[in-house]
């Protein structure tokens, strides 16, 4: 008998890169110089409505939104959405919507547009079998509604070649970033912990993540401090990432210190090699600018001028170019993509935008994934990317997302845009703006209290706004180099108030304070997000699993409520690394903060303090609720103890102040260090052993009682029935904790925490503290 000859093995199949047809035209059909002088853009909705109005000009037979895809040498799909087509013609359409002249827009955008009017034209000749086709620009300008048509009728064969030369130019490109991804795949797959073992909570901590990735879930997860928290959520997600065909991780953090601690987590990561992958850190523009007083445009700025023209040469350098470090992954942080942008003279902030598309994981602040107009945001839908997020500090994530979907504006700002438009050419600005002025005043006259809530923006009011909107974006697209920066900050502040009252509800109110005496037209207006859950919620949906982390994420509900986290979210609560014995903590139930009794509070608060560092000399902080009380308090320290060395958080401290107040706790120092509560000092700062012994905490950390957040708190009481403890225990509390929780680091570390208030004693209060903590 003999054996069958065995079959010959199929070849794999080669792999196929998928790219939509904006990304490969804005990589193959960019030319010339970076132009970001602002020339105002259609809101979201008005680019919407603008193509609405376009297809219901069109006849019955008009298909909308055509999906299309082809192939090129096997190696390359692309595909994309036509935005119209009429078969019967047959005529292809791509629309786009404008704000003020045609003859303003840049020709290289123009070039671009037609460059994509031409991949589709061939994917649809590809798909109907047609020889030639005509194909149509429509610009449709929002305010006028009139469009501007330009035509062109090709030949299938044209435009074949047209779409063969562009996947010629990207195909290269797109080998490279698939032969990346399968080496990066490979290393992450066989990637090991760095060190010998998970930290304690560690490891329950990177399973969760882990699984969650694997179930393309929501995880709320609350870990304490020092258990390793970025590396316990970064390491498990990048091991998880190629069975789940993830394409990007983003890190994102509240704060430059979460940034840097990313950063070194992934160094840690692969101490000895070099691990293929591409990481990139997203700075804001005014931390990378290398011409602060210049505008975007080359006219202007050296590095805008050729942008495009050197922009595939930087890219090639930053990503296949010499290695950033010898070990680890490949970094692209802010100082590397400085040297390869300045290498090539091009902008290193808009460099590092452009790497965004090409890099495996971003570190960033919230503001690129949380922001209305955020990068991450848009190229992942864009892109269709399958992304996995992870939220450093998420406890910071409710205030920061209600500011991003908030806008004042100011007695002030209208003054200067108001002065700003005196000349003769900006007469239309200038009545534009004295109607908004009227309208002001008008509401400012019918309001007798000097805090008040509207139902909406009153109906003359937002007309005032919209026209002003209008008015000042025809003046700033017919004069693009000549406006004044209060107008166009004045504009920005208006864009956003218009926009944010198209979509005023529940989760916002409108309100105007008054200063005092009241004087009308002097009023403070606000759209005031109070939940941004509804803003946020597309943005989880949108990404294939997510992380919120933080030592203080209590009660979860609180945080899945106000962020909109998915329904089918998990919480975990990982358990403290450090021992009750190692945290005394003491309430002081003799004392009272409350503002009613700060007077007599100083003297048994000094008393305390010095008797505890007295008892035991060290290193102290000491939070207070506002400078005013920090003052009185150490103002009686130097004068009872002169002895006791102290010293003093002040408002606007610089850095380099920050850094002094810190230099002061070291191993051999003693002393007391005054702070308040929520500030610098409160949170994110790192004091280990006996730089650190111990902490006084005179303040609930409740939120200021006042009109703006008693309707904060009525309005969270209807929407989840828990008013106060959303508006003023639960924020107020988490402020307590992070500051207490500077005191024990790590599991050699020692101290102790003096609650100084009565209401730190009761049992609504206790319950949110950290459970291992013994409470006396
Ligand atoms: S260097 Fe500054 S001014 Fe120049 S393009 Fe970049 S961000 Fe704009």
């Known amino acids: 008998m003999t054996a069958a000859a065995p079959a010959p093995e199929a070849a794999p199949e080669p792999a196929v890169y998928t790219v939509a047809v904006r990304e490969l035209c804005e990589f193959t059909a960019k030319h010339g110089d ?26 019955a037979v008009y298909q909308a939104e055509v999906s299309l895809s082809g192939d090129y040498q096997g190696r390359l799909r692309v595909r994309g959405r036509a935005d119209g087509l009429d078969p019967s013609a047959p005529r ?31 994917l649809y000749c590809q798909q ?68 010998a073992d998970f930290r304690t909570g560690q490891r329950p901590l990177a399973e969760a993540v882990y699984r969650g990735a694997q179930a393309g879930l929501c995880l709320l997860a609350q870990a304490p401090t020092g258990i390793g928290k970025t590396l316990g959520t970064l390491f498990p997600l990048l091991k998880a990432g190629p069975a789940q065909a993830l394409d990007k991780v983003f890190f994102l953090a509240a704060k430059t210190s979460g940034r840097q601690l990313a950063l070194h987590a992934l160094d840690q990561l692969a101490p000895r090699q070099a691990l293929p992958l591409r990481v990139l850190e997203l700075v804001a523009r005014d931390k990378a600018c290398e011409y602060p007083d210049r505008a975007c445009h080359g006219e202007s700025c050296p590095l805008a001028q050729g942008f495009y023209d050197r922009l595939p040469a930087a890219r090639q350098d930053a990503l296949t170019g010499p290695a ?6 490949w970094r692209l942080d802010q100082a590397q993509v400085r040297t390869v942008a300045l290498r090539h003279q091009v902008c290193p902030y808009y460099l590092s935008q452009e790497l965004a598309r090409w890099v495996d994981l971003v570190v960033g602040d919230y503001n690129y994934y949380f922001d209305a107009s955020a990068l991450l945001w848009g190229l992942s839908q864009a892109n269709h990317w399958r992304v996995a997020l992870l939220v450093d500090e998420a406890h910071n994530l409710v205030e920061r997302a209600r500011h991003m979907y908030s806008a004042e504006l100011l007695p002030e700002a209208l003054a200067q845009a108001r002065r700003g438009s005196t000349a003769q050419r900006f007469a239309p600005v200038k009545k534009a703006l004295a109607q908004l002025r009227r309208q002001w005043l008008a509401l400012d006259k019918a309001q007798p209290l000097a805090y008040a809530v509207y139902p909406q923006v009153p109906d003359k009011l937002l007309k005032a706004l919209q026209q002003c909107s209008q008015t000042l974006g025809t003046h700033q697209a017919e004069h693009p180099t000549e406006f004044d920066p209060a107008l166009r900050q004045f504009y920005f502040d208006v864009l956003q108030a218009c926009r944010l009252a198209e979509s005023l509800d529940t989760h916002s109110l409108f309100d105007a304070s008054q200063p005092s005496p009241p004087e009308p037209g002097r009023s403070r207006l606000c759209l005031r997000n109070l939940v941004p859950a509804p803003f946020l919620a597309p943005r989880w949906a949108g990404a294939h699993s997510s992380t919120l982390f933080s030592a203080t994420l209590q009660p979860p509900h609180y945080h ?15 358990e403290s690394p450090f021992e009750a014995a190692q945290l005394q903590v003491h309430t002081a139930r003799h004392l009272s903060t409350r503002y009613a009794d700060r007077a007599a509070s100083l003297a048994p608060l000094v008393a305390l303090m010095a008797a505890q560092y007295q008892a035991q000399p060290g290193n102290y902080l000491a939070f207070f609720s506002s400078y005013d009380y920090l003052q009185q308090v150490a103002e009686l320290m130097a004068q009872t103890h002169p002895e006791l060395p102290c010293w003093s958080q002040s408002r606007r401290m610089q850095e380099a102040e920050q850094q002094a107040f810190l230099a002061r706790f070291s191993d051999a120092s003693q002393g007391i260090g005054f702070a308040v509560l929520g500030g610098a000092f409160a949170e994110g700062i790192d004091l280990p052993g006996r730089r650190l012994i111990g ?23 209807v929407l989840f029935g828990a008013g106060y403890d959303y508006t003023y225990l639960y924020p107020g509390l988490q402020k307590v904790v992070q500051a207490a929780g500077r005191v024990i680091r790590g599991p050699g570390d020692q101290g102790v925490v003096h609650l100084m208030d009565d209401r730190f004693a009761r049992p609504e209060v206790r319950q949110w503290l950290p459970r291992w903590w013994a409470l006396d």
């Open 560 to 574: 899945a409520q106000l962020l909109g986290l998915p329904e089918a979210h998990r919480t975990l609560e990982v």
């Open 324 to 329: 950033p470090q010898a070990h680890g992954p």
């Open 92 to 122: 292809l359409e791509e629309i786009k919507t404008h704000k003020g002249p045609l003859e303003r827009q840049n020709p290289a955008q123009r070039t671009l547009h037609w460059a994509q009017a031409l991949v589709y034209g061939w």
């Open 34 to 59: 970076l132009d970001l002088r602002f020339t105002p853009s259609p809101s979201a909705q008005e680019g919407v409505a603008g193509h609405g109005t376009v297809v219901a000009r069109r006849g």
């Open 695 to 717: 902490a006084f905490v005179a303040t609930l950390g409740l939120p200021q009682v006042n009109p703006v957040n008693e309707q904060i708190r009525q309005r969270l009481q």
């Open 128 to 195: 109907a079998g047609l020889s030639e086709l005509e194909l149509a620009l429509v610009y449709f300008e929002v305010g006028s509604q009139q469009e501007t048509v330009f035509t062109r009728r090709l030949s299938a064969a044209e435009l074949q070649a047209h779409f063969d030369t562009q996947c010629a130019r990207f195909l290269a490109w797109a080998e490279q970033q698939l032969a990346h991804r399968q080496t990066r795949d490979a290393a992450l797959t066989a990637l090991r912990f760095p060190f």
